[in-house]
């Protein structure tokens, strides 16, 4: 496994968690309503600090792949 493979199936569980623990958050605040603001600014900090990051690095790291298994011979 390649460096940026790793680096991008990394990345990918990274991203999945971050949707995951969202959609159990979500589903928090569908509950108790008296959670939503803290359950929206949850959200928000997580999508800024984590999801889009990772989300980033998974888009780079799949396009070097692609750019690198289509420079390499048959």
Same mark, same amino acid.
């Given at each position: 496994? !390649?460096? +940026?493979?790793f680096l991008h199936v990394?990345?990918?569980?990274? +991203?999945?968690?971050?949707?995951?623990?969202?959609?159990? #958050?979500? &589903?928090?605040?569908? =509950?108790?309503? &008296? #959670?939503r603001t803290a359950v929206? =600014?949850?959200?928000? +900090?997580?999508? #800024? #600090?984590?999801?889009?990051?990772?989300? !980033?690095?998974?888009?780079?790291?799949?396009?070097?792949?692609?750019?690198?298994? !289509?420079? =390499?011979?048959?």
């Amino acid at each position: 496994m !390649t460096g +940026w493979l790793f680096l991008h199936v990394f990345a990918l569980g990274v +991203w999945m968690g971050c949707v995951a623990i969202e959609g159990i #958050l979500e &589903t928090f605040a569908h =509950r108790d309503a &008296t #959670l939503r603001t803290a359950v929206a =600014r949850v959200h928000f +900090w997580i999508d #800024l #600090l984590a999801e889009g990051p990772a989300f !980033t690095l998974v888009a780079v790291s799949g396009i070097v792949e692609v750019a690198v298994e !289509t420079a =390499r011979p048959l």
